[in-house]
């Protein structure tokens, strides 16, 4: 079994609706979970390392200049 074999996942209408709208010309909608799954690993590590610098009082926001 390879592991880029096509799958199916069951989802409504709605939700597939939903994912074909954040998708851009040529995208298929692996393409499209791929990229928003990339973001969100992005965004929660960038947050871990906030909170990680605020725990150490090594963090200054830019606000608070």
Same mark, same amino acid.
């Given at each position: 079994?390879?592991?880029?074999?096509?799958?199916? $996942?069951?989802?409504?209408?709605?939700?597939?609706?939903?994912?074909?709208? #954040?998708?851009?010309?040529?995208?298929? #909608? %692996?393409? $499209?979970?791929?990229?928003?799954?990339?973001?969100?690993?992005?965004?929660?590590?960038?947050?871990?390392? #906030?909170?990680?610098?605020?725990?150490?009082?090594?963090?200054? %926001?830019?606000?608070?200049?």
């Amino acid at each position: 079994m390879t592991h880029n074999a096509p799958t199916t $996942i069951p989802t409504t209408k709605v939700v597939r609706d939903r994912l074909k709208s #954040y998708g851009q010309k040529g995208e298929t #909608y %692996s393409d $499209i979970l791929e990229r928003l799954m990339d973001k969100v690993d992005k965004d929660e590590f960038m947050d871990r390392m #906030y909170r990680r610098l605020e725990e150490k009082d090594q963090f200054v %926001s830019l606000d608070e200049l």
